[in-house]
């Protein structure tokens, strides 16, 4: 999107100085990359030279760790292990942590339940982390009114200060080690809405469709429960949700359900008498 050009919510949008992503991937079999630290290195090193990072430098290395299942639908535990090792090798000082998905981990003044250090350990991200020296910071686990209230600068939508953790405070880079994934939630009409090109919005809806059946074969996981393991508290997922439960989305799809099956029965019963 261009300097000055509107968005789907009607604000212009500043480019960000020295803003210049770029995007790099390796094809390699099954189960070997996890012995290549040369691949990951190589892949990293096609983006960025590591020029803005100067040793002593503290970097928080922020996880994608909604649930304790393994990757793909967690960080990639490799992945994980190489990054820290490049930033070792830079002689940055590194924390690593995340704060797991509101259907496992919900620590608030009146409630207390499931650890995102469990789940990191689950994952088999904890041992890597330990391994290479970093130190572990799981977000809920610090002081609730630690929490900063904060907006981003320039234009944006928010109406209400977001929550983050305070521990950006300090860091000097912050590095993103995501995952791909699928949302359940996923809309052909919205995707135009929001300004995606109708190829780009079809694609997107029926490839999210597929990835969702296909966890749900292969994990067994009910849909709430796989709706949960993906849901970060104050995430785009839990907001979008709750926009659909605020339109008593749940109700009309059950009354849905209900008008197609009673005319299913209104046809079937038309169908015998005219037979």
């Keep these: 999107m261009k300097e000055g050009s509107k968005n789907p919510c009607g604000l212009t949008l500043p480019r960000l100085p ?4 770029r995007v790099t991937g390796y094809w390699i079999p099954k189960g070997e990359h996890e012995k290549s630290f040369t691949l990951a290195k190589r892949m990293v090193e096609a983006i960025t030279d590591f020029s803005w990072l100067s040793r002593g430098d503290r970097v928080l290395v922020k996880l994608a760790l909604n649930s304790g299942n393994p990757y793909p639908r967690t960080t990639d535990p490799w992945l994980l292990d190489s990054m820290l090792k490049m930033l070792r090798e830079k002689g940055a000082r590194v924390v690593v942590g995340d704060s797991g998905g509101c259907g496992n981990v919900r620590w608030a003044p009146s409630e207390k339940r499931g650890a995102t250090r469990e789940l990191a350990e689950k994952a088999g991200l904890l041992p890597v982390i330990i391994q290479n020296g970093a130190v572990p910071v799981f977000f809920e686990e610090q002081e609730y009114d630690s929490f900063l209230e904060t907006l981003p600068s320039g234009a944006h939508h928010w109406k ?3 929550r983050i953790t305070s521990a950006v405070e300090g860091a000097d880079h912050i590095i993103y080690v995501p995952r791909i994934s699928s949302h359940i939630l996923a809309d052909f009409t919205a995707g135009l ?3 995606l090109p109708r190829d780009t ?3 997107l809806a029926t490839q999210t469709l597929v990835g969702t059946s296909k966890l749900l074969r292969e994990t067994g996981m009910g849909i709430t429960e796989l709706r949960d393991a993906v849901t970060t508290p104050a995430g785009t997922t839990i907001a979008g949700i709750y926009e659909l439960e605020k339109g008593s989305f749940r109700t009309s799809v059950i009354n ?3 008008a197609a099956t009673q005319a299913a029965e209104r046809v079937a019963k038309k169908f015998e008498s005219e037979h």
């Design 18 to 21: 020295g803003y210049a992503p």
């Design 160 to 162: 209400k200060p977001m």
């Design 193 to 195: 809405k929001v300004g």
């Design 201 to 203: 919005a079809f694609k």
């Design 256 to 258: 849905a359900v209900e």
